[in-house]
């Protein structure tokens, strides 16, 4: 069973992972389509052990806030549907995405990720006013040249394999970016969650520590 010392340990642990995940968020305030995250605690028996740590990202219950930029590879997807972008690591869905036309003629975004195409190959797009059709259709000078891929936002996300959307469920919005899920004020009230904890964690510790010398002199005291 777990003593004063080991709770007030796990508290203090917890406090500071809950401001570490708090400063991301903040620093994330601005990136577009980003879901803030929350530390939560699995409780448990303290017979059985000490309470688990849990990190979870957050769905805000109103959706996020699409934003026009006017950019042409600004694009954005309806809820359910996503966008796929392959970068060394693999494949990563997303909502929202800011690219540029590299060297290539390859859609990629700041981090180098590039827009797959429905085929999930390198989506290319040739020099010229591009328009992207709600389907996903790239028109440059009024003639098709690929098609962005759609994918099911909850099922590649959760398999980490691509689910292609059935026709006509998918949507496009070009020139369109999603704010982020991050509330200024939620942050903060998680911040003083952390302070609170940790201030807790640091009386349970002094406790258990007065605790033991209290027994030690006890014993002391016995002994002679």
Do not use: C, W
């Not at 909502?95 to 990629?108: C, E, I, K, S, Y």
């Not at 690929?146 to 691509?162: C, I, M, Q, T």
Request: proline share 4%; glycine share 12%; aromatic share 4%.
């Amino acid at each position: 069973m777990p003593g004063l010392v080991e709770i007030s340990a796990i508290m203090i642990i917890g406090a500071e992972r809950r401001i570490e995940v708090t400063a991301a968020n903040v620093s994330n305030m601005n990136t577009p389509g980003y879901k803030a995250r929350r530390i939560f605690s699995e409780t448990v028996y303290l017979r059985s052990g000490l309470p688990n740590l849990r990190e979870v990202q957050v769905n805000p219950a109103a959706g996020l806030a699409m934003t026009n930029t006017g950019a042409p590879f600004d694009l954005s997807t309806d809820a359910g549907a996503a966008l796929a972008l392959r970068s060394s690591k693999g494949l990563e869905f997303v909502r929202t995405a800011q690219l540029h036309r590299d060297a290539d003629g390859r859609l990629v975004d700041m981090r180098g990720r590039a827009l797959q195409g429905s085929d999930l190959a390198d989506l290319v797009v040739s020099d010229g006013a591009a328009q992207i059709m709600p389907d996903g259709t790239v028109l440059v000078a009024g003639q098709p040249e690929a098609r962005v891929g759609l994918f099911d936002e909850a099922a590649s996300n959760l398999a980490g394999s691509p689910e292609p959307l059935a026709a006509n469920r998918g949507v496009v919005r070009q020139g369109m970016v999603l704010g982020s899920g991050v509330e200024l004020g939620d942050e903060m009230l998680e911040l003083n969650k952390a302070s609170r904890m940790a201030e807790t964690g640091a009386k349970l510790f002094q406790l258990g520590d007065d605790l033991l010398a209290r027994a030690a002199s006890q014993l002391g005291s016995i002994g002679k």
